[in-house]
């Protein structure tokens, strides 16, 4: 028996009652092959059907009786899906994220896989007879015009696929290309294809060597020696235009000499062209994409290319941390405090936290590069978890835009009720004359969500929690999320009884009617939801808009990012404090990088920048400090209010959310849920001591897609003992709850309360 392989498989099906290992019989004529990560073909249950699964362990022995198992019965691959180096990431987000282990696994197999998706294969032509081809096609050419072309094609440009071959010699038919293979003359042989994704991607010829200034230099030092001793997690600390895509670019070409590879993550490919050309002028046929815009085939094809190691370099969004890179050097992910790196699909993991373990498994170092850190992301630097790197200068010391803050309740008492103030009135208007171009972003976050005065921007909140009420439409009240709280919804301002106080919002096509309006010669052009869901909708407007065909861009939250056009001197905000009124603790931060990263987008050019933000609640500390670009100030004031109210970093929130489309039993579930978690943390001391708050309360989106939404949230002290144990009371609450009819999902990292 001493000589027996076992195997430890979980299977591609995604039940709790089958998350769990199972052992299998690893036959003689698989041994030698078999290897951790592979995808194998085993039987299973009764009628032992023929299912998948992956290799998860290899053991000389099992507790399992023998006459009880089963053998292996083939392998799917003959290479590991999953680099088993990467293995124990999949076993650390299982307990992390509370998912199933296949749920975990499926992030590491590429894209279409599961359906089914191979290597595209494509018929290429060969010379086969070496000498006298020329007079070879002398010979037939009486007989056969295309047969002669053919042949004098392929003596200049040997190996030539079928179809474009075809099409040089005038539209040869199959027919001739057979005739010639009967012959002996030439051979035509299936060939692999690579799809590549940037066949229209045409390279920067003009790539200059910058001079780095003394703040790069800086930030590269220091990173590299990290790099040197493989460990480390770098904050890159530097204002809009500090250029740290230029320090990106020389950390990965450090790695490369050190014969290391590199994953560059970007909140979404197609928001951010301009970083993800950079990487491609600079290092071309070494950089693999991953792309959501891919198709499977291509990204099927890119996650080849990186398994084999023809590539150095990955460039992607989120789920590019689960790229197979070997010898992995370092990770960066650029605009690090965007929410985009959530993921709101089980495994709901935040891709800093994973990249942080997978940099760590892998010796590599992790830099998390941003204008605007999370509040988490700084505290942990103020707490030398991580090291701070700032970069306060823009290149070339160009300043940053200064921010006019235009107060609207003041255009209200003027007799303004357009969107648009005086003051960005006047600008749009220059911004024309000069020839120049704008963005104007409408922050959407929140709409129609909280109920405000128009005349002196007091907003209703809660007396309990200081969070703004929710309005519901449904039977006209205001509630609080976080307490349960209601209040019947105001006519009059509690404030300065004025009758101007109502739920709030505007759509990005009412500002786009408005402009035409008042600015009837300006070329606006919309990027919204609406405008860019078809593929490559997004290139093409800010293509468009970079060629100066349009004089405003104008949009929602995907105008703020990363884009970096000269001529553009002026942004504007409008309605900047929407995000300031959810029921969330973090809208004053997400206020607060909104506005500062869009803000950025101006005067990156030859001329100087202007920012015009229009708010209803000027006083705020968010825009206050944004408008004056001082991220310390806010931070400060920031954390301070998170200290006292004992929210994020200062404590931890888990959130289980319950979906369903019976109300009443989603209601119960809620509850219930609530009385077991109270009930069982009672019962141990520790678990005891951490707990902070625990409630169950309709979610803020109370009903999405028929489906109602409640959450008990559970607020706990920060520690590792203490989330330790409640990783362990959540896990057995699941498995409690886990015949329950509704959807029960776990998030020990919710970035969103809504
Ligand atoms: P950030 O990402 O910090 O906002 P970018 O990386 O977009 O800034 O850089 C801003 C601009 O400055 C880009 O156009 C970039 O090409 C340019 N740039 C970067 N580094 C230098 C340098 N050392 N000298 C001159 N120009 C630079
Ligand atoms: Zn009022
Ligand atoms: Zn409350």
Same mark, same amino acid.
């Given at each position: 028996?001493?000589?027996?392989?076992?195997?430890?498989?979980?299977?591609?099906?995604?039940?709790?009652?089958?998350?769990?290992?199972? +052992?299998?019989?690893?036959?003689?004529?698989?041994?030698?092959?078999?290897?951790?990560?592979?995808?194998?073909?085993?039987?299973?249950?009764?009628?032992?059907?023929?299912?998948?699964?992956?290799?998860?362990?290899?053991?000389?022995?099992?507790?399992?009786?023998?006459?009880?198992?089963?053998?292996?019965?083939?392998?799917?691959?003959?290479?590991?899906?999953?680099? *088993?180096?990467?293995?124990?990431?999949?076993?650390?987000?299982?307990?992390?994220?509370?998912?199933?282990?296949?749920?975990?696994?499926?992030?590491?197999? *590429?894209?279409?896989?599961?359906?089914?998706?191979?290597?595209?294969?494509?018929?290429?032509?060969?010379?086969?007879?070496?000498?006298?081809?020329?007079?070879?096609?002398?010979?037939?050419?009486?007989?056969?015009?295309?047969?002669?072309?053919?042949?004098?094609?392929?003596?200049?440009?040997?190996?030539?696929?079928?179809?474009?071959?075809?099409?040089?010699?005038?539209?040869?038919?199959?027919?001739?290309?057979?005739?010639?293979?009967?012959?002996?003359?030439?051979?035509?042989?299936?060939?692999?294809?690579?799809?590549?994704?940037?066949?229209?991607?045409? *390279?920067?010829?003009?790539?200059?060597?910058?001079?780095?200034?003394?703040?790069?230099?800086?930030?590269?030092?220091?990173?590299?020696?990290?790099?040197?001793?493989?460990?480390?997690?770098?904050?890159?600390?530097?204002?809009?235009?500090? $250029?740290?895509?230029?320090?990106?670019?020389?950390?990965?070409?450090?790695?490369?000499?050190?014969?290391?590879?590199?994953?560059?993550?970007?909140?979404?490919?197609?928001?951010?062209?301009?970083?993800?050309?950079?990487?491609?002028?600079?290092?071309?046929?070494?950089?693999?994409?991953?792309?959501?815009?891919?198709? *499977? $085939?291509?990204?099927?094809?890119?996650?080849?290319?990186?398994?084999?190691?023809?590539?150095?370099?990955?460039?992607?969004?989120?789920?590019?941390?689960?790229?197979?890179?070997?010898?992995?050097?370092?990770?960066?992910?650029?605009?690090? +405090?965007?929410?985009?790196?959530?993921?709101?699909?089980?495994?709901?993991?935040?891709?800093?936290?994973?990249?942080?373990?997978?940099?760590?498994?892998?010796?590599?170092?992790?830099?998390?590069?941003?204008?605007?850190?999370?509040?988490?992301?700084?505290?942990?630097?103020?707490?030398?978890?991580?090291?701070?790197?700032?970069?306060? +200068?823009?290149?070339?010391?160009?300043?940053?835009?200064?921010?006019?803050?235009?107060?609207?309740?003041?255009?209200?008492?003027?007799?303004?009720?357009?969107?648009?103030?005086?003051?960005?009135?006047?600008?749009?208007?220059?911004?024309?004359?000069?020839?120049?171009?704008?963005?104007?972003?409408?922050?959407?976050?929140?709409?129609?969500?909280?109920?405000?005065?128009?005349?002196?921007?007091?907003?209703?909140?809660?007396?309990?929690?200081?969070?703004?009420?929710?309005?519901?439409?449904?039977?006209?009240?205001?509630?609080?999320?976080?307490?349960?709280?209601?209040?019947?919804?105001?006519?009059?301002?509690?404030?300065?009884?004025?009758?101007?106080?109502?739920?709030?919002?505007?759509?990005?096509?009412?500002?786009?009617?408005?402009?035409?309006?008042?600015?009837?010669?300006?070329?606006?052009?919309?990027?919204?939801?609406?405008?860019?869901?078809?593929? $490559?909708? +997004?290139?093409?407007?800010?293509?468009?808009?970079?060629?100066?065909?349009?004089?405003?861009?104008?949009?929602?939250?995907?105008?703020?990012?990363?884009?970096?056009?000269?001529?553009?001197?002026?942004?504007?905000?409008?309605?900047?404090?929407?995000?300031?009124?959810?029921?969330?603790?973090?809208?004053?931060?997400?206020?607060?990088?909104?506005?500062?990263?869009?803000?950025?987008?101006?005067?990156?050019?030859?001329?100087?920048?202007?920012?015009?933000?229009?708010?209803?609640?000027?006083?705020?500390?968010?825009?206050?400090?944004?408008?004056?670009?001082?991220?310390?100030?806010?931070?400060?004031?920031?954390?301070?209010?998170?200290?006292?109210?004992?929210?994020?970093?200062?404590?931890?929130?888990?959130?289980?959310?319950?979906? $369903?489309?019976?109300?009443?039993?989603?209601?119960?579930?809620?509850?219930?849920?609530?009385?077991?978690?109270?009930?069982?943390?009672?019962?141990?001391?520790?678990?005891?001591?951490?707990?902070?708050?625990?409630?169950?309360?309709?979610?803020?989106?109370?009903?999405?897609?028929?489906?109602?939404?409640?959450?008990?949230?559970?607020?706990?002290?920060?520690?590792?003992?203490?989330?330790?144990?409640?990783?362990?009371?959540?896990?057995?609450?699941?498995?409690?709850?886990?015949?329950?009819?509704?959807?029960?999902?776990?998030?020990?990292?919710?970035?969103?309360?809504?």
């Amino acid at each position: 028996m001493s000589d027996k392989m076992f195997a430890g498989v979980i299977i591609d099906q995604a039940h709790p009652a089958l998350d769990k290992i199972f +052992h299998y019989i690893v036959p003689d004529n698989l041994r030698d092959k078999i290897q951790l990560g592979m995808r194998v073909l085993v039987p299973f249950g009764i009628g032992n059907k023929t299912i998948e699964g992956y290799i998860m362990s290899l053991d000389k022995e099992t507790q399992v009786p023998y006459n009880k198992l089963k053998s292996i019965k083939k392998l799917m691959d003959p290479f590991p899906l999953i680099l *088993p180096e990467l293995i124990p990431l999949v076993w650390w987000m299982k307990k992390e994220y509370h998912c199933l282990t296949i749920e975990a696994i499926r992030c590491f197999i *590429p894209p279409g896989l599961r359906r089914n998706i191979t290597e595209k294969q494509e018929k290429v032509v060969f010379l086969k007879a070496e000498n006298n081809i020329l007079g070879k096609a002398a010979l037939v050419e009486p007989r056969s015009k295309y047969m002669a072309e053919i042949l004098r094609i392929l003596d200049e440009r040997d190996g030539i696929p079928l179809a474009e071959l075809a099409d040089i010699a005038g539209g040869a038919p199959l027919s001739s290309f057979k005739s010639l293979e009967k012959k002996g003359w030439i051979s035509i042989e299936d060939q692999e294809v690579y799809r590549n994704p940037w066949d229209h991607f045409i *390279p920067n010829s003009d790539l200059v060597e910058v001079e780095l200034t003394q703040e790069q230099k800086n930030a590269i030092d220091i990173i590299r020696k990290g790099m040197s001793k493989s460990q480390g997690v770098f904050l890159l600390h530097g204002v809009t235009g500090s $250029g740290k895509t230029e320090v990106y670019i020389h950390l990965v070409e450090k790695a490369l000499k050190d014969n290391k590879r590199a994953i560059i993550l970007v909140p979404e490919i197609s928001l951010t062209p301009q970083t993800v050309g950079h990487f491609k002028d600079r290092f071309g046929e070494e950089v693999a994409i991953l792309h959501s815009a891919l198709s *499977p $085939g291509e990204r099927f094809d890119e996650w080849r290319r990186i398994y084999n190691c023809q590539v150095n370099i990955v460039v992607g969004a989120r789920s590019a941390i689960f790229a197979p890179v070997r010898d992995l050097g370092i990770i960066i992910i650029d605009e690090a +405090h965007e929410d985009s790196y959530k993921s709101e699909a089980s495994p709901r993991y935040h891709t800093t936290e994973l990249a942080k373990q997978r940099s760590k498994e892998q010796g590599a170092v992790l830099v998390l590069g941003t204008a605007t850190p999370s509040l988490e992301d700084f505290y942990n630097s103020e707490q030398n978890h991580y090291y701070r790197i700032p970069m306060d +200068h823009r290149i070339d010391d160009k300043p940053l835009p200064q921010v006019e803050v235009v107060d609207m309740r003041m255009e209200i008492k003027k007799g303004n009720r357009s969107i648009f103030s005086q003051k960005l009135y006047d600008e749009l208007r220059g911004i024309l004359l000069r020839r120049e171009q704008a963005i104007i972003l409408l922050n959407r976050r929140g709409y129609a969500q909280f109920v405000s005065c128009r005349a002196c921007g007091y907003v209703v909140k809660c007396d309990n929690c200081d969070i703004s009420l929710t309005y519901h439409s449904k039977n006209n009240i205001l509630k609080c999320h976080y307490c349960g709280d209601t209040k019947p919804y105001p006519n009059i301002c509690p404030e300065c009884k004025s009758p101007y106080i109502k739920h709030f919002g505007v759509g990005t096509q009412r500002v786009e009617q408005e402009i035409k309006k008042i600015l009837p010669p300006a070329r606006i052009v919309r990027m919204d939801m609406d405008t860019t869901s078809t593929k $490559g909708a +997004h290139q093409r407007i800010l293509d468009a808009f970079r060629q100066k065909e349009y004089d405003i861009l104008l949009g929602t939250q995907m105008v703020a990012k990363g884009l970096d056009f000269p001529d553009v001197t002026l942004v504007g905000v409008i309605a900047a404090d929407t995000a300031l009124n959810l029921p969330d603790y973090r809208s004053s931060e997400k206020t607060f990088q909104l506005i500062t990263q869009v803000a950025g987008r101006a005067g990156r050019g030859q001329r100087k920048g202007k920012v015009i933000v229009q708010t209803y609640q000027p006083e705020h500390y968010s825009i206050q400090y944004a408008s004056r670009h001082d991220y310390k100030g806010f931070y400060d004031e920031e954390i301070t209010i998170r200290k006292q109210f004992n929210y994020p970093p200062f404590s931890h929130i888990i959130r289980i959310l319950i979906s $369903g489309e019976d109300e009443k039993s989603v209601i119960n579930t809620a509850i219930g849920i609530e009385k077991w978690m109270k009930h069982n943390i009672t019962k141990d001391t520790i678990i005891k001591t951490g707990l902070l708050e625990i409630g169950a309360y309709p979610a803020p989106l109370e009903r999405i897609k028929n489906k109602y939404r409640w959450h008990v949230l559970i607020r706990i002290r920060k520690d590792r003992i203490f989330l330790e144990r409640y990783h362990e009371v959540v896990d057995q609450c699941q498995k409690e709850f886990l015949n329950n009819s509704n959807t029960i999902v776990v998030d020990f990292y919710p970035t969103s309360l809504l």
